[in-house]
């Protein structure tokens, strides 16, 4: 059972998720929560961090009504080439926001892009309806935050969010386990699948609250520069959860703690960190995923409780987040104060 989770089967997988003419860094792969521990001592991590918390600063004209849209990392590298990006940024120009700019991924990637989107699908640019420019920025483990404009290159060469792979955190996909380390402690599940036991709840916890604060960190200096910052993130996944503050998590279905042997401990959230006049606004909500749900029920002509697993997938293998009868929602919100 461990050979088929050995280090070296995983950096085949992990090379597949990178979209050439990018390429992977081979020590910038994290397969299980203590490996997100040890990425944030790994110098390009390091260094990558230090840039968005302390010296990274976005180029916005003060009359325009910039927003910050926080949208979540993907396993396919460059972002944008995802389904998921690619079927939230080409609802965001069907619906007139336009890039404003003419930075693109098209000049590497164009060969890679479905023929069903839009060549602005790959902006880098920020997005532009009439007096509203959304700035586009990725909620990554272990990164943190990273902006659109760096997330191919960075300081003339290959971005480090262009380069790693880190399914390491989701233990529901049943492989997020490290079988080679010292401290593994997982548990068989069945065949090819783990549970975590304590050392890998233990390492969650400490890396969740790490990007929590990174994010904190990252929006508290940013926050002037924005008039809302908007977060788009799949319920129940991660990335919600490194953002909700405690009296918002029940509601939304995330988890306050995790607990670990006899122990339950804390998970903090982004906004439990930053005054409420600068909390990041969390989207979709549960009343309009309920509402997406119902309407694409309607469109496949299915009952609502058949709809469930095409909802999850997002219709394309992404997440939700990639449907339209949730983007609508997004559009609303982004051009609200147009």
């Not at 120009?93 to 991924?105: C, K, M």
């Not at 989701?170 to 490290?178: I, K, L, T, Y």
């Not at 995330?254 to 005054?275: F, Q």
């Not at 694409?296 to 997938?313: D, E, I, N, W």
Request: aromatic share 8%; charged share 25%; proline share 8%.
């Amino acid at each position: 059972m461990v050979s088929t989770t050995n280090r070296s089967r995983r950096l085949l997988e992990s090379r597949a998720k990178i979209i050439a003419p990018a390429k992977l860094d081979d020590s910038l792969c994290f397969y299980c929560p203590q490996d997100n521990v040890d990425a944030l001592d790994h110098p390009r991590v390091k260094r990558w961090i230090r840039f968005v918390t302390g010296s990274y600063v976005p180029t916005v004209d003060p009359k325009d009504h910039n927003i910050l849209l926080l949208l979540p990392c993907t396993k396919l590298k460059p972002y944008l080439l995802s389904p998921e990006h690619l079927s939230i940024n080409t609802s965001l120009v069907r619906a007139g926001f336009l890039p404003d700019g003419d930075a693109s991924l098209l000049g590497d990637f164009a060969t890679h892009l479905p023929a069903a989107f839009p060549p602005e699908a790959l902006s880098l640019a920020p997005l532009r309806k009439g007096r509203v420019v959304v700035h586009r920025g990725v909620m990554s483990e272990p990164l943190g935050f990273v902006p659109y404009a760096y997330v191919y290159q960075f300081g003339g060469q290959q971005s480090v969010a262009c380069s790693y792979d880190d399914p390491g955190l989701f233990e529901g996909r049943g492989n997020a386990v490290s079988p080679w380390r010292k401290d593994y402690t997982g548990i068989p599940a069945g065949p090819g699948r783990w549970r975590w036991g304590d050392n890998e709840r233990r390492s969650f916890v400490r890396m969740h609250n790490e990007m929590s604060k990174t994010l904190a960190r990252v929006v508290a200096r940013l926050r002037p520069y924005y008039r809302d910052v908007v977060a788009w993130a799949a319920p129940g996944l991660t990335h919600r959860s490194f953002i909700l503050e405690r009296a918002m998590r029940g509601a939304n279905g995330v988890a306050a703690s995790r607990k670990v042997g006899a122990d339950h401990l804390d998970l903090i959230g982004t906004n439990d960190l930053l005054p409420p006049e600068s909390a990041i606004e969390c989207l979709p909500t549960p009343e309009q995923c309920d509402s997406a749900k119902r309407r694409l029920a309607k469109r496949l002509r299915r009952p609502l409780r058949a709809v469930g697993g095409h909802y999850a997938r997002g219709g394309c293998g992404a997440t939700p987040l990639a449907l339209p009868e949730l983007l609508t929602f997004l559009a609303a919100r982004l051009e609200r104060d147009r």
